[in-house]
């Protein structure tokens, strides 16, 4: 049975925003939140975010310090679009997330609050280091670090009446990316996905690596280990080999309704190795990532 419709509150100004909480649950985007209430989740009164998108700018760069502050309501196409060039592993993973449709309700702070291990904006995020913004029930506001935010599957640290506002990361480097792998090309919740940054220096050498993995652990993940043996390292065919053989150390994925834990071990291999060594022209572009079905399920 459908559950009875529920009271929609839609503030226009966050200062009234944790008021209205009390004993409601927030909305954004609702791409999740329907799916659950379609599923039968009660739901009797919700404080649609979206809203607020207004009341500021998708994304503000702090031209001192080069600081992104990411808005938590705002849809994902704003954010791809105000963040653009400045955080490319983000944009990348925008522009593979669900379709156009999706992209212009989805949020990031739905995206994160879902709490997903395959959360698709949570890789690029993670490795940038981010910090998500929350406001208490008594209009507060703190600050907590991404990878401590991320508790486990479904599982954030936000307490009840607690709502997100924005997620901030230090300026990311110009060379970034995502990529990920569904059941389809569109419209496909991640078996697998990875998002990685680094500097590349004139002589050739990657500094800064930081690379971070979903699906493959509980929550989102840094690959540490991969990233110490790319450190200061030109990324030859040797190299690329030694960071690939070390990945295990990082991850521990699990077999489940989706795929296993082989196939998403192989294909972890697979999507690193394709993010060092991109392949040229010509080359087929999934060369490193071809799991057959009947790997997929051993
Ligand atoms: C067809 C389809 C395709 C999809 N494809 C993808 C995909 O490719 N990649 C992917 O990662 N996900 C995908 N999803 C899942 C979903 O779209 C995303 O998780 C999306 O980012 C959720 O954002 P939202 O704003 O719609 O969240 P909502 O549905 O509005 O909310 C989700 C949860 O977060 C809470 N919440 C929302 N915003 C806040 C806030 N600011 N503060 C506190 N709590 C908040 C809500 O209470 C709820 O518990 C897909 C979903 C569908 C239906």
Redesign the pocket.
Same mark, same amino acid.
């Given at each position: 049975m459908t559950p009875a419709t529920p009271t929609l509150l839609r503030p226009t100004d966050p200062a009234d925003v944790s008021r209205l909480l009390a004993g409601a649950?927030?909305?954004?985007?609702?791409?999740?939140?329907?799916?659950?209430r379609r599923a039968g989740a009660e739901m009797p009164t919700l404080v649609d975010?979206s809203g607020l998108a207004g009341t500021r700018p998708a994304v503000v760069r702090d031209d001192a310090t080069g600081e992104l502050t990411l808005s938590?309501?705002h849809p994902?196409t704003d954010i791809a679009d105000g963040a653009a060039r400045a955080f490319p592993a983000l944009t990348a993973a925008i522009g593979?997330?669900?379709?156009t449709t !999706?992209r212009n309700?989805?949020? !990031?702070?739905?995206?994160l609050?879902?709490g997903?291990p395959?959360?698709?904006?949570a890789p690029a995020l993670l490795a940038a280091g981010a910090v998500v913004d929350i406001v208490t029930p008594d209009g507060a506001r703190r600050t907590v670090d991404l990878a401590d935010f991320l508790l486990g599957p479904r599982r954030v640290d936000?307490a009840v009446g607690?709502?997100?506002?924005s997620v901030r990361v230090p300026q990311p480097p110009a060379e970034g990316g995502f990529r990920?792998i569904?059941g389809r090309r569109a419209?496909? !919740?991640?078996f697998l996905n990875l998002a990685w940054q680094w500097h590349r220096e004139p002589d050739g050498r990657l500094t800064g690596v930081r690379l971070a993995m979903g699906s493959v652990a509980p929550t989102v993940v840094r690959l540490r280990t991969a990233a110490a043996a790319l450190e200061a390292q030109i990324p030859t065919q040797d190299v690329v080999d030694a960071a690939v053989a070390v990945i295990d150390a990082d991850i521990s994925p699990i077999d489940d309704l989706r795929a296993s834990a082989h196939y998403r071990r192989r294909c972890a291999r697979g999507l690193l190795r394709e993010a060092l060594l991109p392949p040229s022209p010509g080359e087929r572009p999934d060369q490193y990532v071809t799991p057959t079905t009947r790997e997929k399920n051993q």
């Open positions: 649950r927030a909305v954004a985007g609702g791409t999740d939140l329907l799916v659950q975010l938590a309501v994902l593979q997330f669900a379709s !999706i309700r989805a949020t !990031i702070g739905g995206n609050v879902t997903s395959a959360a698709d904006t936000l607690e709502w997100v506002t990920k569904g419209q496909a !919740i991640s």
